[in-house]
């Protein structure tokens, strides 16, 4: 007996390349089958007469074939199949393009149905290449109604699925509902059996929406399930009370004025988020989101001051030695800095003992020079060095570890080697991952557990803080962080540079490689980005190789010119990066591997070969590396794409230098599969082709809440609990 169950091998007619296909696609069952979902429908609906069809229009008509024949066109060498179709109100043509092996389907006398487009030819109307189904006992499925289409995946063709999938779709009736009924009720939505028959073979487009929306969220609310108990399962966990208090605050108070600029008000709320999660014993897990240049090191340093104040360790992870370097320099640099400025304070005091409303000069005996306590370090694969009492030193790996694991360390920066089982804190109570979006989640989730403090008889986890510059809108960031709470930066420090940014037509590409000279006998250092590595006809677009050598022979030889792409071992590319850090490459010719949140001061100029083959949020992030020190700078976007919606979209990044906004731009144009970070996001398709329908979401957001307030083990909701197994086995977020 056809069951829900049956494996696709005991299916009637599936020969084993077809199973394969289809296990590729994780479709094992007879019911998995049915959860592979059309993307799209063909409107065939219009079913008319023959005397009826007019040009242009997309008809069905159902007939008799009175005659069908291959022909060999002269002029373009193709090969034609024209057939005759005849129902009572008259005759049309119809025509075949490169499909010869029609005739053996289609014969004459047999009754068909044809779907497609009226076309005028020289003699009449005709059907071009229409969908078409001999009529005979079963139902039609690709023509003459709503026809569903699949996505084309593993070679399996929409016909093939459809023809599958119809004597299958009876067994929709077994499917039993997994969602609560309240929400059903509540969203007016299908139920399964429903939703599942009308969105592979509907009545008409309302029933296919309406199926299509209660589908899409199913995996939304599935998404945000498993992401909402997620964050349940964190929270159980212990984490060390920061608590702000005076003292504590005093501090930060005093690292703030000790800086040379202001706080932007994103970094002071954003900040103020954080304090408030250190003080509570649940382990933070939050997101800090924010363009490139929004100054979210800072917003992280500060929270590490407010954690070593109270006398813990913290660690910044960071995806490449460069940045981590860098990060380390930074450290030095701001606490340095507070560190001198902060043994003594300026106070002001209007105290009852004296009177006199006096300011003075008064030595902070109660708290403890920070230049005493406060000691940075990085470690690397390469490196390990300290900061303390305002000097760098270089010290062996061994000897650091050790004074990590007795705690003399407060703030550990450094790359990978951090989440190596060697490194042990006495007391870790932040960890904050730099770049997050280049780690994997297990990697995310080891910078935790591998550090497990023993407090007070507690088991403690430290408190977790990410960030990265990808700008992501917020229906994406709900969606695929939704385990984590969110702070966005959403504003620029005051007096940031514009970057200059025009789209540079082919006729001036000299004029454009005369100014990048210019720049360069300047003092200044050049980006070049190029799409692909290697030469791809098609997409005509430049390889970064084949750029490279360019650049190197014909364009500027007199130049030291570096390549930097994907494929080279992390060790080659961060000797590449170092080498334009110590500006012993003046244009460094990239593929899109340069994304990270490096800072060279002396870049001016950013190239972008092939822009349009890139979303406007990356080629905002791949403009954010220059424009970081005094020189002006400038961003020169080449396209040989003459269309005018891409122009159009290209120009939206001269206007803007907003990476939120481009990013929803981009959600909007060219839709979310686009998106930076989606793509390996591993969200299935509806979830996918949803991500701009801000009100499912944000409903589904609201149920999923619902649910996990009432019962957060699902323990009232056993099929939702099975469903919600599967589908996270699915689609396996990593
Ligand atoms: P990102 O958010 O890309 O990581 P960074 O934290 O690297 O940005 O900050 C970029 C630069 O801006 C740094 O040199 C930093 O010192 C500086 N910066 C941070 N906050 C401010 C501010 N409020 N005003 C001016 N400059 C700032
Ligand atoms: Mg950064």
Known sequence: ?????????????????????????????????????????????????????????????????????????????????????????????????????LTRNLRINANVSLSGKVVYAQEGLQLSNPA??????????????????????????????????????????????????????????????????????????????TAKRRLAFDELFLIQIYMLTQKKKWQKNNAVKIKFNEEVKKEV???????????????????????????????????????????????????????????????????????????????????????????????????????????????????????KTTTVALLTRSESKIYESNKIKKISKNKLLEKIKNGEINFLIGTHSLIQEKVIFKNLALSIVDEQHRFGIDQRAKINSNVLNIKDGLKTVPHLLSMTATPIPRTLALTIYGDLDLSILDEMPKGRQKIITKLVAPANRELAYQFIHDQIKKGRQVFVICPLIEESDILEVKSATEEYEKLRTKIYPALNIGLLHGKMKPKEKEEVMQKFSDQKIDILVSTSVIEVGIDIQNATVMVIEGADRFGLAQLHQFRGRVGRGKHQSFCFLFTDSTSVKTNQRLKALIKSSNGFDLAEQDLKIRGPGELVGVRQSGLPDLAMASLSDFDLIKNARQEAEGIIEEDSELKKYPRLAEKLKMFTKKIHFE
């Open 1 to 101: 007996m056809l069951s829900l169950n049956t494996p696709i091998e005991k299916l009637p007619q599936i020969g084993p390349v077809y199973i394969q296909k289809l296990r590729k696609l994780g479709i094992r069952t007879a019911g998995d089958l049915l959860f592979h979902f059309p993307f799209r429908y063909d409107d065939f609906s219009d079913v008319k007469k023959i005397s009826d069809a007019e040009v242009g229009e997309i008809v069905s008509i159902v007939g008799k074939i009175i005659d069908i024949r291959n022909i060999r066109t002269r002029k373009k060498r193709m090969n034609l199949t024209e057939a005759l179709i005849k129902d009572d109100s008259g005759m049309i043509k119809a025509i075949w393009f490169n499909q010869p092996f």
């Open 132 to 209: 078409y189904e001999l009529i005979g006992k079963k139902q039609i499925i690709h023509t003459g109604r709503f026809v569903p289409v699949y996505h084309e995946t593993e070679g399996l063709s929409s016909k093939w699925l459809r023809a599958y999938i119809k004597p299958l779709i009876k067994l929709a009736n077994e499917i039993e509902e997994y969602l609560p009924y309240e929400i059903i009720k509540r969203q007016k939505f299908f139920g399964i059996s429903e939703a599942i028959r009308q969105i592979h073979f509907p009545a008409d487009e309302n029933k296919a929406e």
């Open 253 to 371: 108070k005093k690292f703030i004025n000790s800086l040379p600029f202001k706080l932007t008000n994103a970094q002071k709320i954003s900040s103020w988020s954080i304090i408030k999660d250190l003080e509570k014993s649940q382990p933070m897990n939050r997101l800090l989101e924010g363009d490139v240049g929004s100054g979210k090191t800072l917003v992280a340093f500060i929270s590490v001051l407010t954690v070593i104040k109270s006398g813990y360790q913290t660690a910044l992870m960071s995806p490449t030695e460069i940045l981590a370097r860098q990060h380390f320099g930074e450290a030095v640099k701001r606490f340095g800095n507070y560190s001198k400025t902060g043994v003594h304070s300026l106070e002001c005091k209007n105290s009852n003992l004296d009177k006199t409303n006096s300011c003075r000069l008064k030595p902070e005996l109660q708290i403890i020079d920070i230049s």
